[in-house]
Nanobody, 125 residues
Framework: QVQLVESGGGLVQAGGSLRLSCAASGRTFSSYPMGWFRQAPGKEREFVAAINHSGTYTRYADSVKGRFTISRGNAKNTVYLQMNSLKPEDTAVYYC??????????????????WGQGTQVTVSS
């Protein structure tokens, strides 16, 4: 069992930056691909970024490519999402997720087995 706890959300002006963190419990964290997803009010949950178990492979949604960076520190059981040049359309609850299947990290929320409770990101114009 893996428990995930996100932090780092908040209110920021357009053009600003935030760094989200996701702390994981469990000794097998370093073997799991990890992902970040977000859900805005009235919209479906959407993929943001993902990273493989070793941190050597990443993938991003087109809407955040070049602005967001996903990384992980396996020694600290933590995955990060650095968000720069934030836009009002980035406003959402952000969730981190872990996939028990080793391999290329998926962009589908259905592939992930464990989820955090989410952290709110609000970008004002």
């Amino acid at each position: 069992q893996v428990q995930l706890v996100e932090s780092g959300g908040g209110l920021v002006q357009a053009g600003g930056s935030l760094r989200l963190s996701c702390a994981a419990s469990g000794r097998t964290f370093s073997s799991y691909p990890m992902g970040w997803f977000r859900q805005a009010p009235g919209k479906e949950r959407e993929f943001v970024a993902a990273i493989n178990h070793s941190g050597t492979y990443t993938r991003y949604a087109d809407s955040v490519k070049g602005r967001f960076t996903i990384s992980r520190g396996n020694a600290k059981n933590t995955v990060y999402l650095q968000m720069n040049s934030l836009k009002p359309e980035d406003t959402a609850v952000y969730y981190c997720a872990a996939d028990r299947q080793i391999g290329i990290p998926s962009t589908s929320s259905n592939a992930y087995d464990y989820w955090g409770q989410g952290t709110q990101v609000t970008v004002s114009s």
